[in-house]
């Protein structure tokens, strides 16, 4: 099992460049081509842009360290990775940010209609019952193979 994951983790880093470029390409072409008037189309191909570019530097160094880091080294953290202990401290800090996305999400629903925005104050609010939704799909699948 720990072989597999290894050989994920080398692709990892050429799927997060993928993804980067992509993202930086699709910011850049469409900032020089379409050339957008409103400041909030500009700030968000500027998003996707820098988003981009981070995305390439981690995939960067993801890349580095599977090369330059020892096999015995490599399993070792793949080992650590896969602790139930880890595990738990990452499902926990999930749940948190799934209860503070869901209220977030609740806030800006309310804001936006106080504001007479009813669009994006209906996507809020239907994104807050999509993810609600989600998550107790996932319990009853979860409960059962466990």
């Not at 990892?12 to 930086?24: K, N, P, Q, R, Y």
Request: proline share 2%; with cysteine; net charge positive.
């Amino acid at each position: 099992m720990n072989c597999k994951n290894i050989k994920v983790n080398k692709w990892l880093g050429w799927m997060m460049m993928t993804l980067g470029v992509i993202s930086l390409l699709y910011g850049l072409l469409t900032f020089i081509i379409v050339q957008p008037e409103g400041k909030s189309a500009n700030t968000l191909l500027g998003m996707f842009t820098g988003f981009g570019f981070g995305i390439i530097l981690v995939g960067i160094r993801n890349l580095i360290h599977q090369k330059r880091t020892p096999k015995e080294k490599l399993e070792q953290e793949e080992i650590e990775r896969n602790d139930e202990r880890n595990i738990a401290i990452s499902r926990a800090a999930y749940s948190v940010g799934m209860f503070t996305a869901i209220i977030l999400f609740a806030a800006l629903g309310f804001v936006f209609m106080a504001m007479g925005q009813i669009t994006p104050s209906y996507m809020c609010i239907g994104s807050m019952y999509v993810m609600i939704l989600v998550t107790k799909i996932a319990h009853k699948i979860l409960e059962k193979k466990m």
